[in-house]
């Protein structure tokens, strides 16, 4: 019985019942809202990926192409952590931002 019940709370947590950002539409709603606030099409590209990490994300701009891929982890009391994600497409000299594509939300746990 007790296997039952810890497999019936292991699904509620994956069905969104653990409160982790992204289960609910509402959250990835509010996540748009802060790459929107953050960084927008036409911005130079370092303002852009200054102002991202300021919001909280890490930004993997090493390399020299145009596409870059910005992240921000969100932990839960729970063991549980959701991944925000942004790409973002520059000119090929990079100094400006082409496109800003946030990407649904992603959690995981054990």
């Known amino acids: 019985m007790k296997d039952i019940a810890f497999v019936l709370f292991g699904a509620v947590l994956l069905a969104g019942g653990g409160g982790c950002a992204g289960i609910r ?10 790459v929107a606030k953050s960084v927008s099409p036409g911005m130079p590209f370092v303002i852009g990926i200054k102002h991202l990490v300021k919001a ?13 891929v910005c992240t921000r982890m969100r932990q839960n009391t729970l063991p549980y952590a959701c991944i925000q ?5 520059t000119d090929p000299d990079r100094k400006t931002i082409l496109e800003v594509t946030p990407q649904p939300i ?3 746990g054990l």
């Open 85 to 89: 994600r942004v790409d973002l497409k």
């Open 25 to 34: 539409p509402s959250d990835n709603a509010k996540f748009q809202a802060v």
């Open 56 to 68: 909280g994300f890490t930004c993997d701009d090493r390399g020299s192409t145009p596409a870059v």
């Open 106 to 108: 992603v959690c995981a």
